[in-house]
Structure formats: structure tokens, C-alpha cells
């Protein structure tokens, strides 16, 4: 199957798939449902920009803008995998407890800057906080509370938290996407030895095979986020997932199908 037609049966499902969450996240407009809209709000844009990178053969830099697509799909399950009353408290964490860390770390930082460079920039002034707020927020998060708040908002921990809650054992997989990205923005060793070995090592049957190949990962892993959010706010709403789009996630995933042979092209 050309990409061109996997590329189109990739847009049909995900438009599927973003009017059903649309649909469900927008039932209600309390501040949890409200943190939900913004996650997905990213997630989307993101998920266009990556599409948009893939159509123009930017297959790298869509693998590191499946990153965050990844880990904001984690926090929208996350903090909809408890009851409503942690829910509640998770939504004020995310924006005040982690908010406020965040400032103290920022201005720290560009306090350093400031003094190892003696750059004068209002950009990094404007991120410092005065004398007063920095010692009463300091006072509040030090080191190991600001452990104790972190931890359970790191990425593998609200997979680990995921799972158990919802009983849902297939979001461990995300934690591939998170390792393979994070090798490209770090630009590691590994990240390069594979690009290198791409362009270098191998024929050119083999470098179209592996850019196939690539392409529908990315794409597809896009589709397993969307139908999660779809199935984690069906369950918010205790609506069943419509037939319908049950059956074009299978069908786009009989789609991929048609590439299985070129996984021997590169053995």
C-alpha cells in the first residue's frame, strides 16, 4: 500500500476520533473538564504539527514531537483515573503546587545565567522573583517536598498509576515512545548511530523500508493515543465507545498490515 493512501486512511480515523473526544470532554465545563480541554488542545496541535512534519518527509522531528504528545496523553489519564475528589486536588497540584515549583526553579536558574553571564535581558529578569517570594517559596518546596509533590506527576509513575487505576495494562507501551524521543532531543549517541545507520549502512530498498516502516509508527502510535483518550473519557462519561469507531481503528489497523513484508526487507 503507497503511503499516500495509509497517509489518508490516518486523517480519516484521526478526524473519527477527534470529534468523539470533542464530543465527550466537552459535556461538562467545571475545572476539571477544563484542564482536559487544554490537555487536548495540545495534544491536537501537536499531532498536526506532527502529521504536517511527516508529510514533508521529517520523520526525525516527528519522533521528537510525539514526546510531549505522549506525555500529555499520560497526564489527561492520569487525572482522570481517580475519584472525584482527587481529581479535584490533581487539577490544583497541576496548576498551583507545580506551578510554583516551577517559578522557584525557573528563577533560580535564570539567576545563574544572569551571574555566569552577565547578560542583561528583561527576558530573564522578568523570570526572577523578587527576594520575598523566592524565600517564602522556598520555605514551602523545599528538596524533599518538592520530591513528594514531583514524583507522582513523573512520566512513569502516572503510567504505573494508569494502570492500576483503570486496569489498564497496554498504556505500559508508552513508555517505548517516551525512551525512543528522548534519545533525539538529547541527540545521544544512539540517537545519531541510528540516523547514521540509516543513511549510511544500508541499500536503498532497505532505506525505503525503514522510512515505511517509520512513518506508520508514528502515525499509528498517534491513533493508540487518540482512542485512549476516547476510552478514558468514555468512561468519564459512562458512554460506551460508538461501534462505528470501534471499527475504524480496525480497519486502520488491518491497514498496517500491508507492511508487515517490508519488516523482512530490513532483517
Request: hydrophobic share 40%; glycine share 2%; with cysteine.
Amino acid at each position: 500500500m503507497p503511503t499516500k493512501e495509509f497517509r489518508k486512511i490516518f486523517k480519516d480515523t484521526h478526524d473519527s476520533l477527534h470529534v468523539s473526544i470533542c464530543e465527550l470532554t466537552l459535556k461538562k465545563n467545571d475545572e476539571f473538564y477544563k484542564l482536559l480541554q487544554s490537555y487536548y488542545s495540545f495534544i491536537h496541535s501537536r499531532t498536526q504539527t506532527l502529521f504536517l512534519l511527516v508529510q514533508n518527509d521529517c520523520l526525525w522531528d516527528a519522533d521528537i514531537i510525539l514526546r510531549p504528545i505522549a506525555e500529555c496523553t499520560v497526564k489527561f489519564a492520569y487525572v482522570s483515573s481517580f475519584d472525584e475528589t482527587t481529581r479535584i486536588e490533581k487539577v490544583r497540584e497541576f496548576w498551583e503546587d507545580l506551578a510554583e515549583i516551577n517559578k522557584l526553579k525557573q528563577s533560580k536558574q535564570a539567576k545563574q545565567i544572569i551571574e555566569l553571564t552577565n547578560i542583561d535581558s528583561t527576558f530573564l529578569t522578568d523570570i526572577v522573583l523578587n527576594d520575598n517570594d523566592e524565600i517564602l517559596l522556598a520555605e514551602k518546596w523545599t528538596k524533599q517536598t518538592r520530591q513528594r509533590k514531583e514524583q507522582p506527576w513523573s512520566y512513569n509513575e502516572m503510567i504505573k498509576t494508569i494502570s492500576v487505576n483503570y486496569d489498564f495494562k497496554e498504556i505500559l507501551g508508552l513508555a517505548r515512545n517516551f525512551t525512543q524521543s528522548s534519545h533525539l532531543i538529547h541527540a545521544d549517541e544512539t540517537a545519531l548511530g541510528v540516523i547514521l545507520d540509516r543513511e549510511n549502512n544500508r541499500t536503498a530498498e532497505q532505506r525505503e523500508a525503514l522510512i515505511n516502516l517509520h512513518e506508520v509508527r508514528l502515525l499509528s502510535d498517534c491513533i493508540g493515543f487518540y482512542f485512549w483518550l476516547v476510552k478514558v473519557s468514555s468512561m468519564l462519561s459512562d458512554i460506551e465507545v460508538k461501534p462505528e469507531l470501534i471499527k475504524k481503528i480496525t480497519d486502520f489497523e488491518n491497514s498496517k498490515l500491508e507492511f508487515k513484508l517490508l519488516e523482512k526487507v530490513i532483517e
